[in-house]
């Protein structure tokens, strides 16, 4: 399975758009997220996004479970507006449900 983003590239740095509201610029919009070559038999995905680096302690972005198996994407600022029929967001460790984007220190 493969997972993309079309706002920005593998290792590269994330917009500042998609960062948390305490950071200059930042609006806390949701990643645009699709997804292909997808196991058969899938009966529905989960999708976390967490930040293991030791400062971040796992902090939690985004958490959804139950997106339906037809589903091949998430658009851009979906979280809370806009999601796949059925799925559920989670708690971030922000303690919202829904992305709560990256607000690194300074």
Known sequence: MKITSSAFQDGKLIPTKYAYHGVD?????????SWS???TGTKSFALSIVDPHPVAKNWVHW??????????????GASKRA???????????YG????????PPK
């Open 83 to 93: 999601m796949p029929i059925g799925c559920k967001e989670l708690l971030n460790t």
């Open 25 to 33: 610029g930042g609006n806390n919009i949701s990643l645009p997220l």
């Open 96 to 103: 919202s449900p829904g992305y709560g984007g990256p607000e």
């Open 37 to 39: 070559d997808v196991p």
């Open 63 to 76: 958490f959804v479970i139950n997106i339906p198996a037809g589903a091949n994407s998430i658009s851009e």
